[in-house]
């Protein structure tokens, strides 16, 4: 497995962790650019970064990850993303926040993919879950209030307590919600149901239930 990320902390410990679970023969974390990436890949798994593409770069990125899928391989964009069409970044979030960011509409995705001639083998639209996530970061964020303003300060602090309530509201109560598209560049790269995805969650659910 190889992941790919601009981020030093994010780096250091993903191979941190990746040692101490003895995987450090098995995974490869790159400080690296998407757009320098090369060679052939069966899996392609895109988490928490499409939102920070940016619009105009949508074909590059795209692009890219067909130039990379194998023949018969199969990617998935997991994206946040918006319902309600094309939009705006709230100025304060991509000041303070995520300058740059832009949370997609998949009217503004899926042309592309077309133009690409990509099959989208699969949409899943996730509408509360992230709200749920948004809740529990947000808690242990509270309960580590010291900690975190002895890594900070107090202006940090309220910042971020501030983001992660307003997030939450927006994907409550107004029209944010996180998609998961998947892409292959084959019609029969998939099987022809959902059926698989459960009986894979069954199988190591059992074997998970064997272990402990």
């Not at 990436?37 to 692009?63: K, P, Q, W």
């Not at 899943?124 to 964020?141: G, V």
């Not at 209030?145 to 109560?173: H, N, P, Q, T």
């Not at 892409?183 to 995805?197: C, H």
Request: hydrophobic share 40%; no cysteine; aromatic share 12%.
């Amino acid at each position: 497995m190889t992941g790919l990320t601009l981020s030093v902390e994010q780096h250091k410990v993903a191979t941190r962790r990746a040692a101490a679970a003895g995987l450090s023969d098995r995974v490869r974390f790159y400080l690296r650019d998407y757009r320098e990436e090369a060679g052939e890949y069966d899996r392609i798994v895109s988490v928490g970064m499409f939102e920070h593409v940016g619009l105009n770069h949508y074909r590059t990125f795209l692009t890219k990850l067909k130039s990379l899928l194998a023949p018969d391989g199969v990617a998935l964009l997991h994206s946040i993303g918006r319902k309600d069409g094309p939009g705006t970044t709230m100025p304060w979030i991509r000041k303070y926040i995520f300058p740059g960011g832009y949370v997609p509409a998949l009217s503004e995705v899926l042309p592309t993919i077309e133009q690409l001639r990509l099959w989208v083998t699969d949409i899943e639209i996730l509408r509360l879950h992230y709200a749920e996530t948004l809740r529990a970061w947000r808690r242990r964020f509270e309960r580590n209030r010291d900690r975190v303003l002895a890594l900070y300060d107090e202006r940090f602090y309220r910042m971020w307590e501030m983001y992660l309530v307003g997030s939450e509201i927006a994907f409550r109560r107004q029209d944010h919600m996180v998609f998961q598209m998947q892409l292959a560049k084959a019609v029969d790269a998939v099987p022809l149901t959902r059926d698989y995805m459960l009986d894979w969650e069954r199988e190591h659910s059992a074997a998970a239930d064997r272990a402990a």
